[in-house]
């Protein structure tokens, strides 16, 4: 089986810090693949490295066995790379439905065309309400941004990256800054979206990567220390010490 992503060797310097030091990871057709490690690890890094928006120093990278390594970030997108951020990146002056309608344009491989002719732009509405249906914000189509509550700007944020109908979704601490209702809605979402996407999932909400996660990889000091399933990465002693510190709990 071809993985969906392979990374092979990936280092990133910067300047004497080993940010990424030589990174082996793959995401299988269907696998949601969790990327934990401590604050300052490299995992950010590793993501834009992924996206092409940093430039490794070393290593290879192939989507669906095709090397991408060199290519540009646009290049990789259209090829069906996706990634939500951290911060939420998204244009709080336009619609909900806007936003996504952009995305699908670019997918399309307009810059910014926006409507365009009548019919082209029925079809774009409908085609982007279909993913704010996905990820439960159908009602909220007319909305500016800038009126959405942060869960929602979240789950805005999985629609845009959807409709660049990805093969590889990157996915950034989709749970940070979310209370508990909205965790467990955008765990459900997810769960959802996994026959139609691969995922690899950067987060610190165990409870989320635990709930999700096929493979964990664990990343200290920009170096993978372990890679297994949910109870492997719970029962690794070196994991826990390394991530915890001596004696806490993986919970
Ligand atoms: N552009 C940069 N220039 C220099 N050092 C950087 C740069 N970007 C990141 N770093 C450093 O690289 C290391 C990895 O940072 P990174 O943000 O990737 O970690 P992270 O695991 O994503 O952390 P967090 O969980 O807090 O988001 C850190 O020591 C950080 O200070």
Redesign the pocket.
């Known amino acids: 089986m071809t993985p969906v992503l392979n990374v092979k060797g990936m280092v990133k310097r910067?300047g004497g810090?080993l940010?990424t030091d030589h990174v082996d990871i793959t995401v299988n057709p269907g696998e949601i693949h969790a990327l934990i490690?401590p604050?300052?690890?490299?995992?950010?890094?590793l993501i834009s490295q992924l996206m092409g928006e940093l430039r490794q120093n070393e290593g290879t990278i192939e989507l669906d066995g095709v090397p991408i390594t060199s290519l540009p970030t646009a290049k990789r997108v259209s090829m069906g790379l996706a990634r939500t951020f951290?911060i939420t990146c998204l244009l709080p002056d336009y619609t909900v439905l806007d936003n996504v309608a952009i995305a699908i344009q670019v997918r399309q491989g307009h810059s910014f065309r926006f409507w365009g002719n009548v019919r082209h732009a029925q079809e774009l509405r409908q085609s982007a309400r279909g993913f704010l249906d996905a990820v439960g914000l159908g009602d909220r189509a007319g909305e500016l941004v800038a009126n959405l509550s942060h869960g929602e700007q979240k789950q805005l944020e999985l629609a845009v990256a959807l409709a660049t109908k990805p093969r590889l979704l990157l996915l950034d601490e989709p749970m940070a800054g979310l209370g508990h209702v909205e965790s467990q809605q955008m765990i459900e979402m997810l769960r959802g979206l996994r026959n139609q996407v691969s995922m690899l999932l950067v987060e610190?909400d165990m409870e989320a990567v635990f709930a999700l996660a096929d493979r964990i990889s664990v990343?200290v000091y920009g170096r993978i220390i372990a890679t297994g399933t949910v109870d492997e990465i719970r029962d690794n002693p070196e994991v826990r010490t390394a991530y915890l510190g001596e004696g806490d709990e993986l919970c």
Not at 39 to 45: D, E, I, P, R
């Open positions: 910067f810090l940010a490690g604050n300052g690890a490299g995992k950010t890094t951290q610190h990343l």
